[in-house]
């Protein structure tokens, strides 16, 4: 069965640092998967995806991600901080016949952005 | 091109009661999948519609249904309110086939009282 985890529930940066979000998945075939973040009261906003090909993307608001299959992981990265990236971020994973569109989400690692 | 609409934005309603929400998809997209998000379960998938018909389901009862219109338009309906169905309700749409991301609508938030 399919299921993402997120080791770190609550992650605190300083605003200008860089930024690194776990996330690791568990998938028999090659996964379909992504980021997702969202802010309080709102839906989810896709980062950036991964389908196949170059394991290294990049997504929107300068966040990239890498997939390294031989990890199972798929982490998400900024190099810079800024305020506005506080938020809830999701990973998730997309499987079964319909492959992207049934998705098995992380239990997300809120953002803390400090001046 | 708009985003995906949901409707209401607020519920409350009553244990027992039944309640219907609705999901406008971006146009052309044609599927339509349902989550719900608790802080105690974490965001779970419901199911999805692709051209009118159920094309995946995940663990919830048969109080959890849904159903897509001809114009991609969908709502989901629970029956017999429980005061643990109170959560987020989050509809995705999708053009529909595999390899296309999901876009998320703002979410209904539903209080069971």
């Known amino acids: 069965a399919q299921s993402v985890t997120q080791p770190d529930i609550h992650i605190t940066v300083s605003e200008g640092a860089s930024l690194e979000l776990r996330c690791n998945y568990s998938?028999?075939?090659?996964?379909?998967l992504f980021w997702y973040v969202q802010s309080p009261g709102q839906g989810l906003q896709l980062l950036l995806k991964y389908f196949s090909g170059d394991t290294l993307v990049q997504g929107i608001k300068g966040f990239e991600a890498e997939f390294k299959r031989s990890q199972s992981s798929f982490n998400l990265r900024k190099p810079s901080v800024h305020w506005s990236d506080a938020a809830e971020y999701f990973c998730?994973?997309?499987?079964?016949?319909?492959?992207?569109?049934?998705?098995?989400f992380g239990t997300g690692t809120r953002l803390t952005v400090i001046p | 091109k708009a985003g995906v609409t949901q409707t209401p934005r607020y519920l409350i309603k009553t244990r027992g009661q039944q309640v219907t929400l609705s999901c406008s998809p971006i146009s052309g997209h044609r599927s339509v999948s349902w989550y719900q998000q608790t802080p105690g379960q974490g965001l779970q998938f419901l199911f999805e519609?692709?051209?009118?018909?159920?094309?995946n389901k995940g663990n919830f009862p048969g109080r959890f249904s849904g159903r897509q219109f001809s114009n991609s338009r969908s709502e989901m309906n629970v029956s017999t309110l429980e005061l643990g169905d109170s959560a987020l309700y989050l509809c995705a749409s999708s053009v529909g086939d595999i390899f296309y991301e999901q876009y998320f609508g703002p979410g209904t938030r539903l209080t069971v009282t």
């Open positions: 998938y028999g075939a090659t996964p379909y």
């Open positions: 519609y692709f051209s009118e018909t159920q094309r």
């Open positions: 998730a994973v997309g499987a079964g016949q319909t492959g992207a569109n049934n998705l098995f």
